[in-house]
């Protein structure tokens, strides 16, 4: 496994290489890291992500992502790596490795998530389950979400460690407010906030609400 990862990070570096013209770079400040209904440290958060697309095929699009999560106060950290495979009307399919600490290339350190996102009828559904891990091995979330306006509503259910009991329920309910790009009448008093967005999510397992504000560029 050691060697797998060593070749695969060389692979990646070559693939960044020859597509870097292509890539996206996107930031992220959140006063809070909110993780499928539960919260991961209290912190204020830096989240930058990188997304290489590298390939076109008779489904779609193949790209490559790094993302992490880096805490203003404390040393909790987060990397994750995702290969993304577009499907064409079907859905997207996409494989997750997540990284916490110790030595990058032993495999105990990674979780693998397999994921899946479709629309049907207007409605976004995934389903993502973890399939090698020593810790959260088998864990499951499914959510169901709905644009309305500037609204995104979601609801989810977990298993494992997204609930208290272990058992399906339901763990990530609420809103995300997307704040609007700035109309031409109204640039001078709304454009600072392009970018802006806030979520307001509670969690029936734990019976905790939380209010989230995040800015990206």
Do not use: C
């Given at each position: ?89 079907v859905g997207v399919l996409n494989v997750t490795t ?65 609930s208290e009991s272990g058992d399906f329920e339901a ?23 392009k970018g802006y967005e806030t979520s307001f999510i ?16």
């Amino acid at each position: 496994m050691r060697n797998f990862i060593i070749t695969s990070f060389a692979i990646i570096t070559t693939i960044f290489s020859s597509y870097a013209s292509a890539a996206d770079v996107d930031v992220k400040v959140s006063n809070r890291y909110m993780f499928r209904g539960n919260p991961v440290g209290e912190a204020v958060g830096i989240q930058p992500s990188l997304t290489i697309p590298f390939a076109e095929n008779n489904l779609g699009e193949t790209s490559f992502n790094i993302w992490g999560h880096l805490p203003v106060i404390g040393s909790f950290s987060e990397i994750d790596l995702t290969l993304t495979q577009e499907l064409g009307a079907v859905g997207v399919l996409n494989v997750t490795t997540q990284y916490y600490d110790g030595s990058f290339t032993e495999a105990d350190n990674h979780d693998i998530e397999v994921g899946f996102a479709t629309n049907f009828g207007g409605v976004d559904v995934s389903l993502n389950r973890v399939v090698l891990s020593d810790t959260i091995n088998g864990d499951t979330y499914v959510e169901l979400g709905y644009g309305f306006g500037d609204y995104d509503l979601f609801v989810g259910v977990g298993d494992g460690t997204y609930s208290e009991s272990g058992d399906f329920e339901a763990v990530n309910v609420g809103f995300t407010y997307n704040i609007p790009e700035p109309t031409k009448r109204g640039r001078r008093a709304a454009s600072w906030m392009k970018g802006y967005e806030t979520s307001f999510i509670y969690n029936p397992s734990t019976e905790t609400p939380y209010f989230i504000v995040s800015k990206s560029w």
